[in-house]
């Protein structure tokens, strides 16, 4: 009897990518819109980093320590940048949310 070729499914019953359960990630959702923010130094985007998202060594401008992996935290760039929103998002900076908060106002980086 010759080979056939065809997968053997279970009839009503997708494969691949759909058979995943197709949850939306609300976590992720969630914190990854940039929240706008008014400071004495400007127009500043803000995104909250979950823990899970948090993957990478960052160095806090505020303080100057690491933010290690796991550790949740922000990103922040410029709004009103003199050069783009180009330039504002590739000088964007990863900050702990104390540092942040209370951050000086003469950061200009």
């Excluded at 009897?1 to 359960?21: E, L, V």
């Excluded at 004495?40 to 992996?69: F, H, M, S």
């Excluded at 000088?91 to 949310?97: N, T």
Aim: glycine share 8%; aromatic share 10%; with cysteine.
């Amino acid at each position: 009897m010759p080979r056939s070729n065809r997968p053997r499914r279970r009839s009503g019953q997708a494969s691949g990518k759909w058979n995943r359960g197709a949850e939306l990630d609300l976590e992720r959702a969630r914190f990854g819109i940039p929240e706008r923010q008014s400071a004495p130094d400007g127009e500043w985007n803000v995104r909250r980093i979950t823990q899970r998202n948090a993957v990478k060594d960052y160095i806090c401008p505020g303080c100057g320590l690491i933010i290690a992996p796991g550790v949740e935290h922000v990103v922040a760039w410029r709004e009103d940048s003199l050069f783009g929103a180009d330039a504002a998002l590739s000088e964007r900076r990863h900050w702990h949310h104390h540092c942040w908060k209370t951050r000086s106002f003469r950061y200009r980086r």
